[in-house]
């Protein structure tokens, strides 16, 4: 499945324990050779802690974390050794999709990946 609207970014914000809201970032595709190549993933620059974090697309999630990374490589880099460490145990791709899918089911997916709803009244 491909964005409906691949220039949009967005990015999951919990806002309690059951929901969540999606905010647009200014955002950055990533693709990194043999890394989650099936995911949908962009790097955006955290307006709280002014740090790279790199997220999946359909979910809006960070992969990497939010409040260390100064540069875009670096958090790349971060994302290459979180695959690394869970290809010791598991299939990182197999593990991702199942973890998007229980995501989306709970709390809908990106808009990135929605028609826009137009109130036509």
Same mark, same amino acid.
């Not at 100064?70 to 598991?90: F, G, P």
């Given at each position: 499945m491909k964005?409906?609207?691949?220039r949009?970014?967005?990015?999951?914000?919990?806002i309690?324990?059951?929901?969540?809201e999606?905010?647009m970032?200014?955002?950055?595709?990533?693709k990194v050779?043999?890394?989650?190549?099936?995911q949908?993933?962009?790097?955006?620059?955290n /307006?709280? =802690?002014?740090?790279?974090?790199?997220?999946?697309?359909?979910t809006? &999630? +960070?992969? !990497?974390?939010q409040?260390t990374h100064?540069t875009?490589?670096?958090?790349?880099?971060?994302l290459? /050794?979180? =695959?690394d460490?869970i290809k010791q145990?598991?299939?990182?791709?197999k &593990? +991702?999709? !199942?973890?998007?899918?229980?995501h989306?089911?709970?709390y809908?997916i990106s808009?990135?990946?929605?028609?826009?709803?137009?109130?036509?009244?």
């Amino acid at each position: 499945m491909k964005p409906i609207r691949p220039r949009e970014f967005y990015i999951s914000i919990n806002i309690d324990k059951k929901n969540i809201e999606y905010r647009m970032v200014k955002g950055i595709p990533v693709k990194v050779s043999g890394v989650f190549v099936k995911q949908d993933l962009f790097a955006y620059k955290n /307006t709280q =802690y002014k740090k790279w974090v790199i997220t999946e697309g359909k979910t809006g &999630q +960070a992969l !990497t974390d939010q409040s260390t990374h100064k540069t875009m490589q670096e958090a790349i880099d971060a994302l290459i /050794t979180r =695959y690394d460490v869970i290809k010791q145990s598991a299939d990182p791709d197999k &593990q +991702a999709n !199942t973890h998007i899918e229980q995501h989306i089911q709970k709390y809908g997916i990106s808009p990135r990946y929605k028609e826009r709803d137009y109130d036509t009244a």
